[in-house]
């Protein structure tokens, strides 16, 4: 990972909710983001670094209130981190390059892997494609 940006200059880098979700690990609430129902061919990057995590072609509608994945972009690109908080087991992902916080990975997603990346719009930067 580099991050290598002191929390004063993430709290600058990012508004107070970005933060919130990014740095610490929060979540916004199911059905709110702005990138849930987004439908346009394009590519989905880290919020915090531009990193490239997924792609449009992977996404599809899960019913849970977040963007969902059913893999990232390239092999990599998110790492994964056991997440024992709020009393349940979780896989939480997070971004390789600045260690973000994203969302949650579970394995009850489509095939072909049959991965639910579960991503807070507000983590993500949409890139449309032209």
């Not at 059905?31 to 792609?55: N, T």
Request: proline share 5%.
């Amino acid at each position: 990972m580099t991050n290598e940006k002191t929390e004063q200059e993430w709290r600058e880098l990012l508004t107070a909710d970005a933060y919130r979700v990014l740095r610490e690990k929060g979540t916004e609430r199911p059905f709110s983001g702005e990138l849930l129902d987004e439908l346009r061919p394009g590519d989905y990057h880290c919020k915090g670094c531009d990193a490239w995590l997924f792609s449009s072609n992977t996404k599809f509608d899960a019913g849970c209130g977040w963007p969902s994945f059913y893999a990232q972009a390239a092999a990599g690109n998110v790492i994964y981190q056991a997440d024992h908080s709020h009393g349940m087991q979780r896989t939480e992902i997070i971004c390789k390059q600045c260690g973000g916080h994203l969302g949650h990975v579970f394995s009850d997603g489509p095939e072909p892997t049959g991965q639910r990346y579960c991503v807070n719009s507000i983590a993500l930067i949409f890139k449309p494609k032209a």
